[in-house]
C-alpha cells in the first residue's frame, strides 16, 4: 500500500539556520503531496502542498518541490524562527475517490533562539 | 467557534469501560474523518465517513465504531476501551474540491485509558 517516509527527530536547530525535513513516498499513480504543521495543543494545519510533478509548493518561507524521478518532497526553509518548533507531517493523498491522507511519522522541529 | 470542535480535550478512562468521543463542525464539509495519533507513528486513519449513509472503516478500525448522526456530527466509540487505545485522537473533515488538500482539524481529545 501507499506509504510515507520521513527523517526521524527531533532536529534541533539555532535561529536563522536552515531547514530540511527529508519526505519520500511510495504509491501507485501520482498523488498530491502535504506538507501539515502541527504547533504545540492544537491539531494539525496545511503549510503547503503540490498536485503534480515538479511543482513547488509554498508558504511562510517553507518549500517543496514534487520529485517523480525520487519520490520525494522534502520540506526546506532558508532562516528558521523560534516560532517554527512544531511537530511535521508529510503526507500523501491516495489517488481514488476517497482523498484519504497517508501520514508519515512526524518530525519534531525544535529552534533555540 | 472553532470549524472542527472536539470534547472532551482530555479524558481518562478506565479498562473496559465505553466511552465517546464527539466531533462537530461548522464547516459545513460532507466528508469526515477521525484520525488517532501515537508517537512515532504519525496519524493512523480510524474511520470516515462521505455522509451520514455512508461509514468506512479505515486501516485500524478494530475496537471503535462510529456514528454520523447529521452532516455536522461524527462521533467515535470505543465500546471497551484497553490500554492500548491510549493515544491523541483527531477529527478532520474534507472538501473535495481542494483534492485532499482541504483538511481541517480539530485539536484533538487526549485519551488515556488506565
Known amino acids: 500500500g501507499d506509504s510515507v517516509t520521513q527523517m526521524e527527530g527531533p532536529v534541533t536547530l539555532s535561529e536563522e539556520a536552515f531547514l530540511t525535513i527529508n519526505c519520500t513516498y511510495t504509491?501507485?499513480?501520482?498523488?498530491?503531496l502535504f506538507w501539515y504543521v502541527q504547533y504545540p495543543g492544537e491539531g494539525l494545519q496545511l503549510l503547503l502542498k503540490?498536485?503534480?510533478?515538479?511543482d513547488k509548493g509554498s508558504n511562510k518561507g517553507f518549500e517543496a518541490t514534487y520529485r517523480k524521478e525520487t519520490t520525494s518532497f522534502h520540506l526546506e526553509k532558508g532562516s528558521v524562527q523560534v516560532s517554527d518548533s512544531a511537530v511535521y507531517f508529510c503526507?500523501?493523498?491516495?489517488?481514488?475517490?476517497?482523498?484519504?491522507?497517508?501520514f508519515g511519522s512526524g518530525t519534531r522541529l525544535l529552534v533555540r533562539p | 467557534d472553532a470549524d472542527v470542535t472536539q470534547t472532551p480535550r482530555n479524558r481518562i478512562t478506565k479498562t473496559g469501560k465505553r466511552i465517546m468521543l464527539e466531533c462537530s463542525q461548522t464547516?459545513?464539509?460532507?466528508?469526515m474523518y477521525w484520525y488517532r495519533q501515537d508517537p512515532g507513528l504519525g496519524l493512523r486513519l480510524i474511520y470516515y465517513?462521505?455522509?451520514?449513509?455512508?461509514?468506512n472503516k479505515g486501516e485500524i478500525s478494530d475496537g471503535y465504531s462510529v456514528s454520523r448522526q447529521a452532516q455536522a456530527k461524527f462521533s467515535l466509540s470505543l465500546e471497551s476501551a484497553i490500554p492500548n487505545q491510549t493515544a491523541l485522537y483527531f477529527c478532520?473533515?474534507?472538501?473535495?474540491?481542494?483534492?485532499?488538500?482541504?483538511?481541517?482539524f480539530g485539536s484533538g481529545t487526549r485519551l488515556t485509558v488506565v
Open positions: 478532520a473533515t474534507s472538501d473535495p474540491l481542494l483534492n485532499g488538500g482541504g483538511y481541517t
Open positions: 504509491a501507485t499513480g501520482y498523488p498530491s
Open positions: 503540490a498536485t503534480k510533478a515538479d
Open positions: 503526507a500523501l493523498s491516495e489517488m481514488d475517490s476517497s482523498y484519504k491522507l497517508i
Open positions: 464547516k459545513g464539509h460532507d466528508r
Open positions: 465517513s462521505f455522509d451520514v449513509k455512508d461509514i
